[in-house]
Each structure stands twice: as structure tokens, then as C-alpha cells.
């Protein structure tokens, strides 16, 4: 039965790898301004929506001119937050 062929192993350039470029890492993670401005958010979010709630919803508080529409500002301003939770790693 005939031997099967060894192989031949490849010649190390150490070399080579000193002399490569250094490839700049790039930072995995959160960008700074994500986990402020999501908890911002966040806070900015629940009190629009409980200072409506204690001007007894008269909407005389956070903008009068809107009314009852504070209240989806407010949860819109939430939304964004949990939005942006979304890309927090």
C-alpha cells in the first residue's frame, strides 16, 4: 500500500509581520452621546407627561396651545429614548 506525502509546512515570516502596517482599531461599543442622551430622553419624557397629569390635564402646562396633545409629545419624547435604547450594547 503506497504512503500518503507529508506536507510541507509554510515558512514563517516573522518578518513580514513586524514590518506590516498596525491597523487602527476601531472602538465597538457606544458612541459617548448615546447613553445621556437617552436617559435624558427618558427623564424629559416622564415629566412632560406628569406635569400634564398634575396641571390636572387642563393643559394650561408644559405648552397650552396644543392641550391634550401634550400628553403624545410626552410619549413621543419616551418613544425617541427607548428608540435609541435599541442601539445600546
Known amino acids: ?3 500518503s506525502k507529508r506536507r510541507k509546512k509554510a515558512a514563517q ?3 513580514a509581520q513586524a514590518s506590516a ?3 487602527k482599531q476601531v472602538r465597538e461599543g457606544n458612541p459617548a452621546w448615546l ?3 437617552m436617559i435624558t430622553m427618558f427623564i424629559v419624557g416622564i ?4 406635569l400634564f397629569y398634575l396641571t390636572s390635564g387642563g393643559a394650561q402646562l408644559p405648552i397650552p ?9 410626552g410619549f413621543m419624547i ?4 427607548f ?4 442601539r445600546w450594547k
Open 1 to 3: 500500500m503506497p504512503e
Open 13 to 15: 515570516t516573522s518578518s
Open 21 to 23: 502596517p498596525k491597523v
Open 35 to 37: 447613553v445621556p442622551t
Open 47 to 50: 415629566l412632560w407627561v406628569v
Open 65 to 73: 396651545p396644543i392641550g391634550r396633545w401634550n400628553i403624545l409629545v
Open 78 to 81: 419616551l418613544l425617541g429614548g
Open 83 to 86: 428608540g435609541l435604547s435599541t
